[in-house]
């Protein structure tokens, strides 16, 4: 999947931190700690909208006006290095797969 979204920066980036590390990516539901995690993952179709957002929480928002909120990854990073830039926190296998399926429908994204 490859992203070419309108990043948001309307909130200060301690609270879109915190948000994205507590609520699913999809939903919005928030996350119990001992819950389950499921995790997905893009890569931005310009390098340079990587190297803005390295390391930042940000805010994409989709044709819809739904916001969602993605972790862009560190150069230094494992998941950088397994090609992964962008990941979605989300709370089950349904918001996965919803948020994929609304991703590549409303901003022609591809795997
Ligand atoms: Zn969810």
């Keep these: 999947m490859v992203v070419e979204l309108e990043v948001m920066r309307n909130r200060p980036s301690e609270e879109r931190n915190n ?12 996350l119990d ?5 499921i995790a997905t993952h893009a890569k931005f179709r310009e390098p340079k909208d990587y190297r ?4 930042l929480v940000v805010e994409f928002t989709l044709a819809t006006g739904r916001p969602v909120l993605a972790y862009v990854v560190t150069r230094n990073s494992p998941a950088k290095r397994e090609g992964k830039e ?6 089950s296998e349904r918001c996965k797969e919803e948020l994929t399926t ?5 901003l022609d994204l591809f795997d």
């Design 86 to 91: 962008v990941l979605f926190q989300v709370c």
């Design 19 to 30: 948000y994205w590390i507590s609520h699913c990516g999809w939903c919005d539901r928030e």
């Design 33 to 37: 700690e001992e819950g389950p995690r």
């Design 102 to 106: 609304a991703m590549k429908a409303e």
């Design 52 to 55: 803005k957002n390295e390391g």
